[in-house]
C-alpha cells in the first residue's frame, strides 16, 4: 500500500494548459481501470473531478480530463483559471484496498 | 441533497481509543459502501477503510489494521470508526466518503482528531 506518485508541484498561466502525473504499479494504477482525481481548496473536503480514469461527474468543467498509460495516470486541466488552483489527488482501487498519491499543488500564475 | 456529518473528534491521550460518528441523508444509506479517509495536518489524503454496503465486507490500511474497526448501522443511516491504541500520527482530519463504484463521490466535511498527551 505505497503511496501512488505524483509532482509535489505545478503551476500554469491562465488560459494554459498543464498536466499532473500519477504513478503507481500493476497492482494499482496499471492493473485496473478505476483511477479517480480529486481537488481540495484549503479547508476544504475534496471534491471528485475524473473517475474510472477519464469519466467526468455532471458538473465538472469539459477543461478536466483523464487519461492512463500503463502504471501511470494523468490529469489534464486546460483552459486554467484562478479558481483551479488547489490540491490534486489521484486515487486508484488496489484490490480490496485504496491507495492516494501524495498530492500535487497547482498554481495559477 | 447527500449530505455526510462526521463527528466525534477531540484530543486524546496515546494508547487511548475514540468513536467517530458520520451521519448520512439524502440517499439510501444501505445501497452505498462507504469509506473513511483520513489527513494529517499539512499532508495528503490516506485511505483508512471501507465497507460494504451491507457490513459484509470490511478492509482496512495496513497502517490501521487491527486497531481501527469500522462498522454501520444502516437503520440510523450512520457509519462509524472505533480507533484504538491511539498514536500521535493518528493525529489527522477524518473523513467518510460515500461509495460509488470504485470512487467517492461525496465526502463530510471531516472530523479532526488529536492524540497528544
Known amino acids: 500500500q505505497s503511496a501512488l506518485t505524483q509532482p509535489r508541484s505545478v503551476s500554469g498561466s491562465p488560459g494554459q494548459s498543464v498536466t499532473i502525473s500519477c504513478t503507481g504499479t500493476s497492482s494499482d494504477v496499471g492493473g485496473y481501470n478505476y483511477v479517480s482525481w480529486y481537488q481540495q481548496h484549503p479547508g476544504k473536503a475534496p471534491k471528485l473531478m475524473i473517475y474510472d480514469v477519464s469519466t467526468r461527474p455532471s458538473g465538472v468543467p469539459d477543461r478536466f480530463s483523464g487519461s492512463k498509460s500503463g502504471n501511470t495516470a494523468s490529469l489534464t486541466i486546460s483552459g486554467l483559471q484562478a479558481e483551479d488552483e488547489a490540491d490534486y489527488y489521484c486515487?486508484?482501487?488496489?484490490?480490496?484496498?485504496?491507495?492516494f498519491g501524495g498530492g500535487t499543488k497547482l498554481t495559477v500564475l | 441533497q447527500v449530505q455526510l456529518v462526521e463527528s466525534g473528534g477531540g484530543v486524546v491521550q496515546p494508547g487511548r481509543s475514540l468513536r467517530l460518528s458520520c451521519a448520512a441523508s439524502g440517499f439510501i444509506f444501505s445501497s452505498h459502501g462507504m469509506h473513511w479517509v483520513r489527513q494529517a495536518p499539512g499532508k495528503g489524503l490516506e485511505w483508512v477503510a471501507v465497507?460494504?454496503?451491507?457490513?459484509?465486507?470490511?478492509y482496512y490500511a495496513d497502517s490501521v489494521k487491527d486497531r481501527f474497526s469500522i462498522s454501520r448501522d444502516n437503520s440510523k443511516n450512520t457509519l462509524y470508526l472505533q480507533l484504538n491504541s491511539l498514536r500521535a500520527e493518528d493525529t489527522a482530519v477524518y473523513y467518510c466518503?460515500?461509495?460509488?463504484?470504485?470512487?467517492?463521490?461525496?465526502w463530510g466535511q471531516g472530523t479532526l482528531v488529536t492524540v497528544s498527551s
Open positions: 465497507i460494504w454496503s451491507d457490513g459484509s465486507n470490511k
Open positions: 466518503a460515500r461509495r460509488s463504484g470504485y470512487y467517492s463521490d461525496y
Open positions: 486515487c486508484s482501487y488496489a484490490g480490496s484496498s485504496w491507495v
